[in-house]
């Protein structure tokens, strides 16, 4: 069955620098991947899509990289901020669209 | 648009008992997806519709979690005979086609004592 990793360690870093979280997967040939932004007690609120054709995508602060040979996608958080804390999921979806694969999340601290 | 809206927002309920969660979608979304979430993970997913038509379910779900979409609107999902192990979030999200983002609720709470 497929398998999402994504950073199992909690990530803390400094206001104004990049975060970079990482989604790893096996078993798996998704049409596209998203990241999603969760915060607690909510439901998670989309961010990015990037689909298996493209490189890289970028929407403000925001960059994802897709790699389908090494299965892994990149998210990064640009000049982070406090605003910024939350748990970061990626889900991996089929051509079918039926199923979204979701990782456990990694949670990030930007501190002040 | 009023976004994704889920009823209750938090149910507690003792062992045994049958619950029931609404999910209204956002009105112009034809897809509509249940997980469920526990802590410290990502969500899992239960089953989708296709308007009315249930068209993918999860093997992990057990003959007790039933779910329903009359009409291709609401959506609602049942769990009978509750178990302790059945306490998580449960989240319902939709979307308007294929290769787009899914808008979720808030979820709504269940635990079981």
């Known amino acids: 069955s497929q398998k999402i990793e994504q950073n199992s360690e909690a990530l803390n870093i400094q206001e104004g620098k990049t975060a970079t979280l990482t989604c790893n997967y096996t078993?798996?040939?998704?049409?596209?991947l998203q990241w999603y932004r969760q915060d607690p007690g909510r439901g998670p609120v989309f961010l990015l899509l990037?689909?298996?054709?493209?490189k890289e995508k970028r929407k403000e602060r925001l960059k994802v990289t897709f790699d389908t040979t090494l299965k892994q996608s990149l998210f990064h958080i640009t000049a982070s901020q406090p605003a910024d804390s939350a748990t970061y999921l990626c889900?991996?979806?089929?051509?079918?669209?039926?199923?979204?694969?979701f990782g456990t999340g990694t949670s990030l601290t930007v501190i002040p | 648009d009023t976004g994704v809206s889920q009823n209750p927002r938090h149910k507690i309920t003792k062992r045994g008992q049958n619950v029931t969660f609404r999910c209204d979608p956002i009105?112009?979304?034809?897809?509509l997806y249940w997980y469920r979430q526990t802590l410290g993970q990502g969500p899992e997913f239960l089953t989708y519709?296709?308007?009315?038509?249930?068209?993918?379910k999860s093997r992990l779900l057990s003959d007790r979690f039933s779910a329903e979409r009359p009409k291709g609107s609401f959506s609602t999902l049942e769990i009978q005979r509750t178990e302790q192990g059945d306490s998580a979030m449960y989240l319902c999200?939709?979307?308007?086609?294929?290769?787009?983002?899914?808008?979720f609720g808030q979820g709504t709470r269940l635990t079981v004592v």
């Open positions: 889900a991996l979806v089929a051509n079918t669209g039926n199923q979204f694969y």
């Open positions: 519709f296709q308007n009315e038509a249930q068209l993918e």
């Open positions: 009105s112009e979304h034809n897809r």
């Open positions: 078993n798996y040939s998704p049409a596209y």
């Open positions: 990037i689909r298996e054709n493209e």
């Open positions: 999200a939709s979307s308007r086609e294929m290769n787009t983002e899914a808008f």
